[in-house]
Nanobody, 119 residues
């Protein structure tokens, strides 16, 4: 069973930064497309950023976070990161990590990590 574990959430003031981490168990991490999603109370879960597997490491960002967020991965550590800068109150949500087998419906979710942006 693949396990996905997020960490790094917390309380930060507007304008501050956080780095989220997500560790995935098993030996197939490098083949997964990795994504960070978020869900605020009363809202649908939305994609924040994703990064492909393989050599190209294509990234995709939601318009709402573009230029403020960077997704990266370290295949040697089975870890994907989400560096978030210039945080805004509207960024507050539970952030979830998703590991997806490309061209497949199979994916694995973590339990989420809470990000609160408040003064």
């Amino acid at each position: 069973q693949v396990q996905v574990l997020e960490s790094g959430g917390g309380l930060v003031q507007p304008g501050g930064s956080l780095r989220l981490s997500c560790v995935v168990s098993g030996s197939s991490f490098s083949s997964y497309t990795m994504g960070w999603y978020r869900q605020a109370p009363g809202k649908q879960r939305e994609l924040v950023a994703s990064i492909s597997s393989g050599g190209r490491l294509d990234t995709h960002y939601a318009d709402s976070v573009k230029d403020r967020v960077t997704i990266s991965r370290d295949n040697a550590k089975n870890t994907v990161y989400l560096q978030m800068n210039s945080l805004r109150p509207e960024d507050a949500a539970v952030y979830y990590c998703d590991a997806r087998i490309p061209t497949s419906v199979i994916h694995y979710w973590g339990q989420g990590t809470q990000v609160t942006v408040s003064s």
